[in-house]
């Protein structure tokens, strides 16, 4: 039976270009899942945008000597176009300075103070001497008060993983230029986290089991401890404050973690006016049937584990003042976050000053977005932090992809174009023949399992299991050597071709691009897996901006389909490219080393 599945995607921060461990977090995983549950025949929405406000974003415009807003606008489209260049599926991939986020963000407020889960109160900000600026509070770095971590941030400690205050760290020093912040008295708006501690805790021990481990302890642990949060900072550039006397405080706006995740919303009801059915969206947020996975790195479990349901409880008037749901009507909260680990670079964090990185554009400018791709699904951040190195990329590109899967494909239709021009009709089969066609066929139901549990290591590694075996029974056939026994070559290469096909659709979730291009070469025609594409939009008749968007609903489906007889093969064309070992060489030269 058909379900709702919303992919919420963690939104990018339009400060400056991603680098690959980003989009080993947030994006590909993400596509992963959403492909494969397209394929499975469910109706999936994926979300996300470019999150647009904060300090660090007015930071950057002033190192730049440009406007946040100027900033915005160019991080925005380099941020689209690297994600489309990647393949990634969205729907609706937007940000979050839009009219319609605004006026979402601003509902969401009033929705919980009006239950009363937001009250003002007298608090202490950090603020640059030099600037007089509000400092974000991950952008002040100290030692933690309670474990003693020389690095903790101004909101939380990794280390222990307690949340914190920045006025609590001891000696805090400003990230952006090592200044000691100032502490004065302001006003702002709390959330009432602590009101929510009752039905948190219900709902996340109703998640043991299902979550990741990971993300399951470290949202639990922060139960016993949870502490009114600031929603609001004295800045700007953001979302005004929905209140009389508030909104027109030109310095005074919504914090931007609290905006940032309202934008999964807020992208769903911007993607369903443009599909001219403007309550689509609530299939998704308000059906209980529907499935709600949010995709993010570790450093977001807080937001979207805790944060983001209590939010939702307290605006659909659940908690513990309880109250009635806003306008929007009670939402449903997230049913998993799906949480990687962090990749590091040849041992090193990633890191833009340091000149530690690899940025998604520059990346895909030289090597393919499905060797990125199958290189994050086999060898990323899943379960535990993973360093990317230049060596084991060249060696699983051309021993896995290259030597593996391209070779499969290749010979297999290279032989069977050359000597029969279509698919052969194949005659008795031997147990050979028999034992890999079951083979191939009975890894759609192991597959398909891990990648409905967000388990891509497990998934990508049985679907190559099959590759491998089809290798192994083409080295043992031998069908070149079978031109006196045409009968035999042909039933052979009707089995090497549909073990092709097969993979090809357990593939396909991973390497969209290049399983499209097996589909051609097998005699298919028409869309085989929808890729995405930039289309400029804009609000009102207002300044144009550029959206990923796509149609997803091609041929692809989750099954075995076998392969007709006579079907006329198109010439193999390299799947993907051999890589110089030099290559490590030189990406290690770009690096510095």
Known sequence: MSQHILTAVAWPYANGPRHIGHVSGFGVPSDVFSRYQRMAGNKVLMVSGTDEHGTPIQVQADKEGV??????????????????????????????????????????????????YIFPKTTMGAISPSTGRTLPDRYIEGTCPICGYDGARGDQCDNCGNQLDPIQLINPKSRINGETPTFVETEHFML????????????????????????LKFALNLLGDLQPRAISRDLDWGVPIPLDGWRDQPNKRLYVWFDAVIGYLSASIEWARRSGDPDAWREWWQNPDARGYYFMGKDNIVFHAEIWPAMLFGYSGRGDRAGTAGSL???????????????????????????????????????????????????????????????????????????????????????????????????????ADRALLERSRKAFAPVGEELSRSRF?????????????????????????????????????????????????MLTPFLPSSSNKVFSMLGGEGVWSGMPEIREVDEDGGTPYPVITGEYDGAARWEHRPIKPGTPLAPPVPLFKKLDPKVVDEELARLGE
């Open 67 to 116: 406007t946040a807003r100027e900033l915005a606008d160019r991080y925005n489209r380099v941020i689209a176009e690297d994600l489309t260049g990647l393949g990634l599926s969205y729907d609706l991939f937007t940000r979050t300075t839009t009219k319609n986020h605004y006026a979402v963000t601003q509902e969401i407020f009033k929705g919980l103070y009006d239950n009363g």
């Open 329 to 431: 009507g009670a939402l449903e909260v997230p049913s998993e976050v799906v949480s990687s680990e962090f990749l590091t670079m040849e041992g090193k964090k990633f890191s833009s000053s340091r000149q530690v990185v690899i940025y998604v554009r520059d990346f895909l400018a030289r090597y393919d977005a499905d060797a990125l791709r199958y290189y994050i699904a086999v060898a990323g951040p899943e379960n535990q932090d993973t360093d990317f190195t230049w060596q084991e990329f060249v060696n699983r590109n051309n021993g896995e992809l290259v030597a593996a899967w391209g070779n499969l494909v290749n010979r297999s239709i290279s032989m069977a174009a050359k000597n029969f021009g279509a698919v052969p009709e194949p005659g008795d089969l031997t147990d």
């Open 192 to 215: 009432d986290l602590p009101a929510f501690t009752e039905v948190l805790g219900s709902y996340l021990q109703s998640k043991q089991g299902e979550w990741r481990p990971n993300v």
């Open 457 to 505: 290591k497990n998934a990508i590694n049985e679907a190559f299991d099959v590759v491998r075996e089809a290798n192994k029974y083409l080295a043992e056939q031998e069908p070149w050597k079978l031109k006196e026994d045409p009968e035999r070559q042909k039933s052979i290469l009707h089995v090497a071709l549909q073990v092709v096909d097969d993979a090809k659709t």
